[in-house]
């Protein structure tokens, strides 16, 4: 059987084409839709100015993206996991198991401030597969592979694994000094004006990465 393999260059320029092929898909929905979807950016900022932020993604590429003038940033930090207990507001990305079990990846824990933060349960891209839940904590029980927290949402619930040794962290606003060159960057963007846009951002600090 023989693989006709395309030089690494032409692979690596396929991924950015495809990217901001996605952003100007998502800048075009806007004339059908109010507020098209933002686009997930993970990687490593490289360098940024008042006007532009340049990231290297998680796949090698690298974005110069513009800053929207309604730029946002939050610090994200680790947590106790004490910190998941019922009644707490949290975002979990999770995979589902063999067995159907969800297991979580990381969990944010919602600053009071931001409880109802889209609350649900939707696809997510941070592994294939992996789906993002939203939602309030009703229960927290001990198990053999870790913790189980059951998290209800207006439109039902979802009862998801927390394994041991996962990241758990929260957020709190922040201002452009923590954009330094080297921290792990996670950005919201969206085509604006035929240019890739920064929306938002969250940054950890001394190579703290976000893990959604």
Known sequence: ????????????????????????????????????????????????????????????????????????????????????????????????????TLSALEVLVFPEAARGTGEGHSPWDLQPGSTMTNATVTNVAAGAKGRTMTLRYKDGEKTILVPEGIPVVTIKPADRSILVPGAKVFVFAQMRNGQPTALRATAGRNGFAPPM
Do not use: C, H, W
């Open 1 to 100: 059987m023989r693989y006709n393999r395309r030089p690494i260059g032409s692979r690596r320029n396929t991924m950015k084409n495809t990217l901001l092929l996605a952003l100007a898909l998502f800048g075009a929905s806007a004339f059908a839709q109010p507020a098209p979807a933002p686009v997930r950016l993970r990687g490593t900022l490289e360098k940024i100015d008042p006007a532009t932020m340049v990231i290297k993604e998680r796949n090698g590429e690298t974005m110069t993206l513009a800053i929207a003038d309604t730029f946002t940033v939050s610090e994200v930090l680790p947590v106790d996991p004490s910190a998941i207990q019922s009644g707490a507001f949290v975002g979990t990305a999770a995979v589902t198991g063999a067995d159907g």
